[in-house]
């Protein structure tokens, strides 16, 4: 009697542990959820007040977007609210020509359906890091009034299973609603590395539907851009969807010295001394250049504090040295240079 108590009782404490669990599992679900929910919520009322005011966006139902869609329209950029023109990109005067005449004047006089041109669906832009890739992709859109869509390895990647694919199909349905657009992937090599059995199988699933997806834009007015460091690592597949292959390249010393000027404006002594910096500089890209006069800037305003407090007109006056970006240059130049990467990708690059 006293056993079959003793079994009763620990099958009663088996069902109070079961029905523990469940519960505390479908709260946890609950909240999950809720949480979910609350966080869509904010992400949709994020992207109506960024969005709301472009003539195209009003003719779009905010509500037609689910919330895969919504956490993908967090990284666009309408063309009119683009910060970088051709015009203030230095140093690369020879491909922003080529890009110019192959791919932004078909955008802008709409020629996708024309059969005497070939407007390109995929460009890689490759090179050393810091080189203006990105500010490229960007100059395009804002010159040709595409709509900007910036994405990632990171924005695309989930834990949980069937999320990140969600996401690489809302990356593409957002473009089509939204069209014509620029599909901007930074780091596209983290996407797109070759395909073998050593890749896990869902990372081939997420490769596979990008390749299909991609396929589909043959009647769109969407444009896919690479950027990348590590051209070398990038499936075979993806590269012959991007027949326009541009390497970008560390800026010469000409390239430099545009640079220079470009970032400096008319903030720069009189006797500022550009192909003297453009000489020492050597090795260093566009966003080390950024870089250098940042810091030269903060030295300037630093030393010049050491002796008197600056009142407004010292600050609209303030202007920086030679000697500031000389002096700033050995921080800049510590950090390391970044190797170039091999000469890859024989066919259909461009490099003059």
Wanted: aromatic share 8%; no cysteine.
């Amino acid at each position: 009697m006293a056993k079959e108590s003793i079994n009763l009782l620990l099958s009663l404490a088996q069902i109070g542990a079961t029905v523990l669990a469940a519960t505390l599992t479908g709260l946890l679900i609950y909240y999950k959820i809720t949480d979910h929910d609350h966080e869509t919520e904010q992400v949709a009322k994020a992207v109506q007040n960024k969005l709301k005011s472009h003539p195209r966006i009003k003719e779009i139902n905010m509500h037609s977007f689910n919330e895969y869609e919504l956490r993908v329209l967090d990284g666009l950029i309408v063309p009119e609210n683009i910060g970088t023109s051709f015009d203030e990109i230095g140093g690369l005067d020879h491909i922003i020509q080529e890009l110019q005449d192959s791919i932004f004047l078909p955008l802008k006089l709409n020629l996708f359906n024309n059969n005497l041109f070939t407007v390109p669906r995929g460009i890689l832009l490759y090179g050393p890091p810091g080189t203006g890739k990105t500010s490229l992709a960007k100059a395009i859109a804002r010159e040709s009034g595409y709509f900007f869509l910036s994405i990632n390895d990171s924005l695309i990647e989930s834990k949980f299973y069937g999320e990140s694919q969600k996401l690489i199909n809302a990356v593409f349905t957002v473009s089509e609603k939204l069209q014509p657009a620029i599909i901007f992937i930074d780091e596209i090599d983290a996407i797109t590395s070759s395909r073998d059995t050593m890749s896990s199988e869902l990372s081939n699933s997420k490769k596979s539907m990008l390749l299909q997806l991609w396929d589909g834009l043959l009647e769109s007015k969407i444009i896919i851009i690479g950027a990348t460091n590590r051209a070398e690592v990038i499936d075979d597949a993806f590269l012959r969807r991007m027949p326009k292959k541009i390497k970008v390249e560390l800026p010469t010393t000409s390239g430099r010295e545009q640079i220079l000027r470009i970032l400096l404006k008319d903030n720069h002594s009189p006797d500022f001394d550009f192909e003297l910096l453009a000489e020492k500089t050597n090795g260093l890209s566009g966003s080390d250049l950024r870089e250098l006069k940042n810091e030269a800037a903060n030295y300037a305003l630093k030393n010049l504090l050491k002796f008197k407090t600056l009142s407004n007109e010292d600050v609209s006056n303030f202007k920086i040295h030679t000697s500031d970006m000389e002096a700033m240059l050995y921080r800049i130049k510590n950090k390391g240079f970044r190797p170039d990467n091999a000469s890859i990708l024989n066919s259909d690059v461009s490099n003059d």
